[in-house]
């Protein structure tokens, strides 16, 4: 009954280093997407992917990257950390692109 | 550009009163509506939708009302109970090559007081 799991919870950077966060669903849902929240505002939409082999920008895309090489996983890449980065990431999964998204617990991301 | 907006950051209501969450939104693309809810260090949990050919949708104590021509829609809770303070999220989705991507509000802060 996992749902969305967002591998790791919680990491601290210094500028310049790369990392990769994790997202698995077992939900066999199509669409995935990455947000991140910043006090004070809604999520924004990072990047996304409609299905196994696809992504697409999303709102804030600049300074990451994706990859769904394998439909139940889906992966952002900060290249070369900033402090501007630093946020809560979250992960959410939908069948369909009119059904509600399911999130992960998220991943609270720390660049010093 | 934010085109979800919910101008409460916060609401308190005592227990078994309604709670009453409001949301605006500027895109009128907009076709799909979701509430969700969120407890710290959690993810968004979703709660309620409407599309926009209906003007409300219930589902136990949660009724959403959407009023287009205003832009406009409403989340009720009735009656409020403790396990309702959390952070209420609107969100919309909709128009062209949207794909479901989710345009979120600010969140309102929910207490619900003894």
């Known amino acids: 009954n996992a749902g969305v799991t967002q591998t790791p919870k919680f990491r601290v950077l210094k500028t310049g280093q790369s990392m990769t966060l994790l997202c698995a669903q077992d939900m066999n849902h199509e669409y995935m997407y990455w947000y991140r929240q910043d006090p004070g505002m809604g999520l924004r939409l990072i990047h996304y992917?409609?299905?196994?082999?696809?992504?697409a920008k999303g709102e804030v895309p600049d300074g990451y990257n994706v990859s769904r090489l394998k439909k139940q996983n889906f992966l952002l890449g900060l290249e070369s950390a900033a402090p501007s980065q630093t946020s809560v990431y979250f992960c959410?999964?939908?069948?369909?692109?009119?059904?509600?998204?399911?999130f992960g617990d998220g991943t609270r991301l720390s660049i010093l | 550009d934010q085109q979800v907006k919910q101008n409460s950051p916060s609401l308190s209501v005592q227990e078994g009163r309604i709670s009453i969450l409001n949301c605006d939104y500027t895109?009128?693309?907009?076709?799909?509506f979701l509430w969700y809810k969120k407890y710290p260090a959690e993810g968004p949990t979703f709660l309620i939708s409407i599309s926009s050919i209906k003007d409300k949708n219930e589902d136990g104590r949660f009724t959403v009302f959407l009023n287009k021509s205003a832009k406009h829609l409403s989340l009720h809770i009735v009656p409020s109970q403790p396990g309702d303070s959390a952070v209420y999220f609107c969100a919309a989705s909709g128009g062209f090559d949207s794909w479901g991507k989710l345009q979120f509000g600010a969140g309102t802060q929910v207490v619900v007081t003894p």
């Open positions: 992917s409609v299905g196994e082999g696809t992504t």
């Open positions: 895109n009128s693309m907009f076709d799909y």
């Open positions: 959410a999964s939908s069948r369909t692109a009119n059904q509600p998204q399911h």
